[in-house]
């Protein structure tokens, strides 16, 4: 008997389970391409939070940046930024800043007329051979050379230099302001029985000029503060008897203001 010969009509293709692996496939990256397009970021969105973070508007009570996909029904108008136009105008910033411009003008303003006032003060009593007046942040400097005050190595006031001191104190008796008086010296080096080093000799002359000018002219004590620097802030090097004579030396600051208080502070 002979067997029955399977005729082949000849068509060929991928096998039936290819095509369901296909589709599992597609479907998997149709997947991941949703997600991914989920995971891109709003720009619109993120520059407006991080606009919200540069003016500081993160507190709960600003209205926020970002709208909100489904704000809630109960959300006053306030919280929800209806009334609010602090991002168009940011008025609040701009008048702290001009604010402190103003501040530092007024400063500057006040500076300018003291340093007049001292000026036309020192000219006219003929003091400016004497006495040197600069401006600095902290007010009106009077520079008084320790030639003028104080034999050398000493914190007795001379009689030749009392009215010197009389003029300082007229000056002062016109101006509000506080006063500190700062004592200087060479760099060297001392050792006496009063004074065992420049520290104690520059703070000695300092405490002398403040009880001359209180026991004078009967000012408020708490207007004057004294310090004593000694060789530690010399205008010139210390390298000459001429410069050592500029570095010995008793300056008064006519404060501006409060620059005792951020003198102290720093």
Do not use: C
Not at 104 to 124: A, C, I, R, T, W
Request: net charge negative; charged share 30%.
């Amino acid at each position: 008997m002979k067997r029955r010969r399977i005729r082949n009509n000849g068509q060929s293709g991928a096998p039936k389970w290819m095509v369901t692996y296909s589709d599992m496939v597609t479907l998997i990256l149709v997947f991941f391409i949703l997600l991914f397009s989920v995971s891109q970021i709003d720009m619109v969105k993120f520059d407006a939070i991080s606009e919200s973070f540069r003016n500081r508007m993160i507190f709960d009570f600003y209205p926020s940046p970002v709208p909100m996909d489904n704000p809630t029904e109960h959300t006053s108008a306030e919280e929800s930024g209806k009334n609010s136009n602090e991002f168009e105008n940011p008025t609040q910033l701009e008048n702290i800043n001009d604010r402190d411009d103003r501040t530092d003008e007024e400063e500057q303003d006040s500076l300018d007329e003291l340093m007049e006032q001292v000026e036309e003060y020192l000219h006219n009593q003929n003091l400016n051979d004497v006495i040197s007046a600069s401006r600095t942040d902290r007010g009106v400097v009077l520079v008084l050379q320790e030639s003028i005050l104080f034999d050398t190595g000493e914190a007795e006031i001379l009689d030749s230099g009392k009215p010197f001191l009389d003029k300082v104190g007229t000056l002062l008796m016109n101006l509000p302001n506080d006063v500190k008086v700062e004592g200087h010296t060479d760099d060297r080096p001392i050792s006496s029985y009063k004074f065992p080093s420049n520290w104690e000799l520059s703070g000695a002359r300092a405490s002398s000029v403040i009880r001359y000018l209180i026991d004078e002219n009967d000012f408020d004590a708490s207007r004057f503060s004294s310090a004593g620097y000694g060789d530690t802030r010399p205008v010139v090097p210390n390298d000459s008897e001429e410069n050592w004579s500029q570095n010995r030396r008793v300056e008064m600051v006519i404060l501006e203001n409060d620059a005792e208080n951020d003198d102290n502070d720093s």
